[in-house]
């Protein structure tokens, strides 16, 4: 059965086998439009590849993926109502900051138009339209990260997946990237699954989840 909201996310049954060892075993989980719920555990637990299967980066052996009131356990990332943060920032070298922020639209072919509107309006939001020009060597890791906040939201996602997306940031940038992204997520009512194994930043989401060995093991 799917997100009672339609809006939100559900995991039903999830298993995912990887080198031959279970990483993920019989996950439910559900997280309502709006709602912001870290992931929290040792690595190895099982927090990136749930990410990844939420996301559409890995398919589960079992259980199903419902986005959005939809089942998107098979389909592709681009089809998905959905965006992801990395921590690596995961931005084209070669094209300018502009061009970053816009690739998702262009990828889904939107007006010239309407592609300059949105991303000069979300690039107001992260302010970074005076670097619109510069590439991502030429500019700070945290403004890099704003980037990938800023191309993130520009699809207008029904909701954001962010792993470990500080990792990369020294303590005062990271308190400043995270205030932006939880900023945005309200503003936007985006559901936002978090992976971190920094407690103090888990208990800025309204639940944490507690991975161990592919299981949930509790939530706070």
């Known amino acids: 059965m799917a997100n009672q909201s339609g809006e939100g996310l559900e995991l039903v049954g999830l298993r995912k086998i990887l080198g031959g060892r279970v990483i993920i075993d019989d996950l439910n989980l559900v997280v309502n439009k709006g709602e912001m719920v870290s992931l929290l555990g040792p690595s190895g637990c099982g927090k ?31 089809k998905r109502p959905s965006a992801m943060v990395f921590q ?8 300018t900051v502009f061009k970053n922020v ?11 138009s309407e592609i300059e509107k949105r991303v000069h309006d979300v690039l107001g939001l992260v ?32 909701i954001l997946f962010a792993d470990e997306p500080t990792g990369n940031l ?3 940038t990271s308190g400043k990237v ?17 992976v971190t194994h ?23």
């Not at 939420?54 to 356990?73: M, N, Q, W, Y």
């Not at 816009?102 to 010239?112: C, F, I, N, Q, T």
């Not at 995270?178 to 978090?194: C, K, P, S, W, Y």
């Open 198 to 220: 920094n407690l103090e930043l888990a208990s800025m989401t309204d639940c944490i989840i507690k991975l161990r060995g592919g299981k949930m093991v509790g939530s706070l």
């Open 102 to 112: 816009a690739y998702p639209l262009k990828v889904r072919k939107m007006s010239k």
């Open 170 to 172: 020294d303590s005062d």
């Open 88 to 95: 690596n920032y995961a931005l084209w070298p070669h094209m």
């Open 48 to 78: 990136t590849t749930t990410l990844r299967m939420i996301a559409g980066f890995l398919i589960p052996e079992s259980g199903k993926v419902f986005l959005a009131g939809k089942d998107v356990t098979e389909i592709g990332p681009e």
């Open 178 to 194: 995270i205030d932006l992204l939880f900023d945005l997520n309200r503003a936007a009512g985006t559901a936002l699954v978090l």
């Open 127 to 158: 302010n970074l339209m005076h670097h619109k020009d510069s590439r991502p060597a030429q500019i700070s890791g945290g403004e890099q990260q704003r980037v990938a906040l800023a191309r993130a939201f520009i699809n207008r996602p029904k």
